[in-house]
C-alpha cells in the first residue's frame, strides 16, 4: 500500500475521537475538522454543520466535467469511535496505527475511520485523474456510536436529495464474500412500572389475597413474549418476507447453529436454528432487557407490591413503529389482572428500513463490486437497527449498504483491525461505484 495513504490514515486514527466521552468532545470536532480539510485540499467544499448537540461535516466533490447533468451520490461515514476500554488487553496503543500479519490495528481502522478513508481516497484519486463521473455529496457523523440523530435531522431537512447513497461502515460474513445490506429491523422500547399496594406485605397474613406486583408484571410480558418462537399474530403485522435474492445468499452464509453456537446461545425453540435467518431478519422480536422488583438477595417472605421491567421490540422490516407500539400497548393491558396500577411508557423508536434489490443503483453497485473485487456481493439483511437506513429510503435515496470489516476485527472490542488488503480493496470498490453510478444520470 502507498505510503503515504498509511501516513493519512495514521493521523486520522491518532485524534482520539470517543464520542461517548464528554472530555474527548474537541477530539470529535478535530477528526470533524479532518475530513473537511481532507474534501477541501482534493477540490471540494466542506464545512461543519452544527446540529444538534453536535457537528457534521457537509461538503461536495465536484464531478471532474459535466457536474450540472451528472448524477449526486451520498457518501456516508462516521468519524466517532467507540471508547478503547479496556486498554490493558491492547496489545499496541489503540490510537496508534499499527500493522502486525497483514492487518492494521486501531480503534476506529474498521468502524468506521478506515472505511471512511476508503471513500475518500477514492474520490482524491479519481479527481486527480479527472475522472471522476458523478458529484459526491459527503455526510458524515460523529455521533454514530452513541446513536445520535443528527444525521437523520439532516437528511430530513435536506432539500437537494441524491440519487444514490454509499456507506461502507459494514462488513461480510466471510473473508472475500462481500454483502450488501438491504433491510434493518426497527425498534421499539418500553418501559413498565406495576403498583399493587401502598407498602410491601407479610405474605403469611395476605399471600393468596393480595395482588403481587412482579406475578403482575411477568403475566403482562408473557402476553407479548414469543410462543414457538414467534411473536403474538398482532406484533407480526406488515413483515415483509425475504425475496427470493436474499434466501439465494443463505446458502453462502454460516448455518443459524454455527452462528448459535459459537455465540455460547441456547436457542429458543426446535426450530430457532433452521428458522435463524428468518427469525432475524424477517421477523420481530422482543426481548425484556431488565426486571426489577423483590429483594432476591435476601431470605424473605415478602409479598411486593413495585416492580418494574424494560423491554423492546425489533421491528421487522415492512412493520410500522406506531401500529406494533399500538398493539403491544393493547395486549399488555388485555392481559392484566383488575386493580393493579401500570405505567407503560413508549420510550425512542426507529423504523425499520429497505432498499429494494431492483433499485437501479443496487444493480450498478453489485456489477461494480463484483470488477473490483472479482466476487459478486451476497445480498442480505442484518437483525439490527440503523436509523440512516429509513431516513434514506424515505427521501428516495438508495443505499449501498456495505463495507470491510472480518467478523474476526474486534469492532467495539480491544485490538480492533482490518486486512490491510482491504483498505486497497475498499479503495478500488469505492472509485469503480463511483465510476458505475454515472449510469444514474
Ligand atoms: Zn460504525
Redesign the pocket.
Known amino acids: 500500500m502507498d505510503s503515504t495513504w498509511v501516513d493519512e490514515l495514521r493521523e486520522f486514527i491518532a485524534i482520539p475521537s470517543v464520542s461517548a466521552d464528554p472530555a474527548h468532545r474537541d477530539d470529535v470536532r478535530r477528526a470533524a475538522e479532518w475530513v473537511r480539510d481532507f474534501v477541501k485540499r482534493i477540490g471540494g467544499e466542506a464545512e461543519l454543520v452544527h446540529q444538534g448537540e453536535s457537528d457534521l461535516v457537509i461538503g461536495d466533490i465536484p464531478a471532474n466535467a459535466n457536474g450540472a447533468t451528472a448524477p449526486t451520490v451520498m457518501i456516508y461515514g ?1 468519524f466517532d469511535v467507540q471508547p478503547p476500554a479496556p486498554l490493558d488487553l491492547w496489545e499496541t496503543p489503540p490510537f496508534e496505527l499499527a500493522e502486525r500479519d497483514g492487518w492494521f490495528y486501531a480503534r476506529g481502522i474498521a ?2 475511520k478506515g472505511q471512511l478513508y476508503a471513500l475518500l481516497k477514492a474520490a482524491e484519486l479519481l479527481r486527480r485523474d479527472g475522472a471522476l463521473p458523478v458529484n459526491l455529496r459527503v455526510a458524515c457523523d460523529g455521533e ?2 452513541i446513536g445520535g440523530h443528527s444525521i437523520v435531522d439532516f437528511l430530513r431537512e435536506d432539500e437537494r436529495g441524491a440519487d444514490a447513497c454509499i456507506i461502507f ?1 459494514g462488513g461480510m460474513t466471510r473473508p472475500d464474500q462481500p454483502e450488501f445490506t438491504l433491510s434493518t429491523r426497527g425498534l421499539v422500547a418500553f418501559h413498565m412500572k406495576v403498583r399493587t399496594g401502598k407498602r410491601d406485605m407479610h405474605s403469611g397474613y395476605f399471600g393468596g389475597a393480595a395482588l403481587n406486583a412482579i406475578h403482575v408484571l411477568t403475566q403482562a410480558l408473557s402476553a407479548v413474549t414469543a410462543r414457538d418462537g414467534l411473536l403474538p399474530e398482532e406484533l407480526r403485522v406488515g413483515r415483509a418476507p425475504l425475496g427470493q435474492l436474499e434466501i439465494d445468499s443463505l446458502e453462502r452464509l454460516p448455518s443459524g447453529l454455527e452462528l448459535l453456537d459459537d455465540a455460547g446461545a441456547t436457542p429458543m425453540d426446535p426450530k430457532a436454528a433452521e428458522q435463524f435467518y428468518e427469525r432475524t431478519w424477517a421477523e420481530p422480536s422482543l426481548d425484556v432487557n431488565g426486571i426489577r422488583g423483590g429483594k432476591p438477595d435476601f431470605v424473605n417472605t415478602t409479598l411486593i407490591v413495585e416492580a418494574e421491567a424494560r423491554f423492546t421490540i425489533r421491528l421487522a422490516p415492512g412493520q410500522d413503529p406506531d401500529t406494533i407500539a399500538g398493539a403491544a400497548d393493547n395486549l399488555i393491558r388485555a392481559a392484566l389482572p383488575d386493580g393493579a396500577e401500570v405505567e407503560l411508557v413508549r420510550e425512542n423508536s426507529a423504523p425499520p428500513g429497505i432498499i429494494s434489490p431492483d433499485a437501479h443503483a443496487v444493480q450498478l453497485g453489485m456489477d461494480a463490486f463484483e470488477r473490483a473485487t472479482g466476487t459478486r456481493p451476497l445480498l442480505v439483511r442484518v437483525g439490527g437497527t440503523l436509523p440512516i437506513i429509513p431516513a434514506l429510503a424515505r427521501k428516495g435515496i438508495p443505499t449501498i449498504n456495505t463495507g470491510f470489516a472480518l467478523p474476526e476485527s474486534n469492532v467495539h472490542s480491544p485490538n480492533e483491525r482490518l486486512r490491510v488488503e482491504d483498505v486497497d480493496r475498499a479503495v478500488a470498490a469505492a472509485s469503480e461505484l463511483y465510476r458505475s453510478l454515472a449510469a444514474l444520470g
Do not use: G, I, R
Open positions: 462516521h468502524d468506521d454514530e456510536e461502515d
